[in-house]
T-cell receptor, first 115, second 113 residues
Framework: GNSVTQMEGPVTLSEEAFLTINCTYT??????LFWYVQYPGEGLQLLLK?????DKGSNKGFEATYRKETTSFHLEKGSVQVSDSAVYFC??????????????FGQGTELSVKP | NAGVTQTPKFRVLKTGQSMTLLCAQD?????MYWYRQDPGMGLRLIHY???????AKGEVPDGYNVSRLKKQNFLLGLESAAPSQTSVYFC????????????FGPGTRLTVL
């Protein structure tokens, strides 16, 4: 089965609300972890990443911390904007060692931010 | 620098028809990937390549073939399309090495009737 699990969407928030999208993973060792974002009608683009335990990735006001104790990589943002409406994907490197750079993706969480 | 491009953007096929999706990248990346995206299932890897002339199977390779004759191009073929192959297809590329970002193309929406 899929070894990356995200909270189900859609998530609907008002502008300036606090956002958390949960992501947990199963893995042997400590693979690199990623959050990708997909805006409507576009391909995925990297939002942030963390390559080792306790690292914090951050970009555009979003943050996620690599927590090996809870095998989690939750995405947070303090104040969302309408322009953050998109689908967010959590992903992990397929193997601890380089195996062709393959990623395993969660199922995606749709975020809708209302004015 | 166009990044990763895909052609075509949209296509409708009848069951049994064949087609080829083209992916091109201008970043000199070693690794390239083909994914399909279906509702509620995230992205699933079809095939990938770790260098020119090499290909390997991903999670869902059945019904697809690929070729990487040139480093910058990665082709995905459907020999005999089936309705179950209706999906959005994404190509991606990355530098070699672990932990590296994958860069995605804009996608191809394929419908098989």
């Amino acid at each position: 089965g899929n070894s990356v699990t995200q909270m189900e969407g859609p998530v609907t928030l008002s502008e300036e609300a606090f956002l958390t999208i949960n992501c947990t993973y199963t893995a042997t060792g400590y693979p690199s972890l990623f959050w990708y974002v997909q805006y409507p009608g576009e391909g995925l683009q990297l939002l942030l990443k963390a390559t080792k335990a306790d690292d914090k990735g951050s970009n555009k006001g979003f943050e996620a911390t690599y927590r090996k104790e809870t095998t989690s990589f939750h995405l947070e943002k303090g104040s969302v904007q309408v322009s953050d409406s998109a689908v967010y994907f959590c992903a992990r490197q397929r193997g601890v060692y380089n195996q062709g750079g393959k990623l395993i993706f969660g199922q995606g969480t749709e975020l809708s931010v209302k004015p | 620098n166009a990044g990763v491009t895909q052609t075509p953007k949209f296509r409708v096929l009848k069951t049994g028809q064949s087609m080829t999706l083209l992916c091109a990248q201008d970043m000199n990346h070693e690794y390239m990937y083909w994914y399909r995206q279906d509702p509620g299932m995230g992205l699933r890897l079809i095939h990938y390549s770790v260098g020119e002339g090499t290909t390997a199977k991903g999670e869902v390779p059945d019904g697809y073939n690929v070729s990487r004759l040139k480093k910058q191009n990665f082709l995905l073929g459907l020999e005999s399309a089936a309705p179950s192959q209706t999906s959005v297809y994404f190509c991606a590329s990355s530098y070699s090495g672990s932990g590296n970002e994958q860069f995605f193309g804009p996608g191809t929406r394929l419908t098989v009737l």
